[in-house]
């Protein structure tokens, strides 16, 4: 059975950094494509970032270009998010979850519609 486990989240100032790991369990990580969403207050949940099965294609949103790397360690079940140069409005609970390899060139789409607990991000001075 999938499982999907966020952890990193926390309370950072702008401009801090905080990298979020998302453990997998019940698949063999390396023949799924993963992405990171998050969803904040009062929105609705959007596609941050999502990287192929064998982590050489990216994609990420405009808003977190430049400041936000997505990679994976496949021998570890785990697909990680640094986030460097946070801002305020990049508060918002996180989740990951398996996306389509087919659209991560050029969107995060989920697959199975599998979520975990999410892990929350507040930036705030």
């Known amino acids: 059975q999938l499982q999907l486990v966020e952890s990193g989240g926390g309370l950072v100032q702008p401009g801090g950094s905080l990298r979020l790991s998302c453990e997998v369990s019940?698949?063999?990580?390396?023949?799924?494509?993963i992405g990171w969403f998050r969803q904040a207050p009062g929105k609705e949940r959007e596609g941050v970032s999502c990287i192929s099965r064998s982590g050489d294609t990216t994609h990420y949103a405009d808003s977190v270009k430049g400041r936000f790397t997505i990679s994976r360690d496949n021998a570890k079940n785990t697909v990680y998010l640094q986030m460097n140069s946070l801002k305020p409005e990049d508060t918002a609970a996180y989740y990951c979850t398996t996306v389509f390899s087919s659209e991560v060139q050029t969107r995060c789409v989920p697959k199975f519609n599998n979520w975990g607990q999410g892990t929350q991000v507040t930036v705030s001075s």
């Open positions: 019940g698949i063999t990580l390396e023949a799924y494509a």
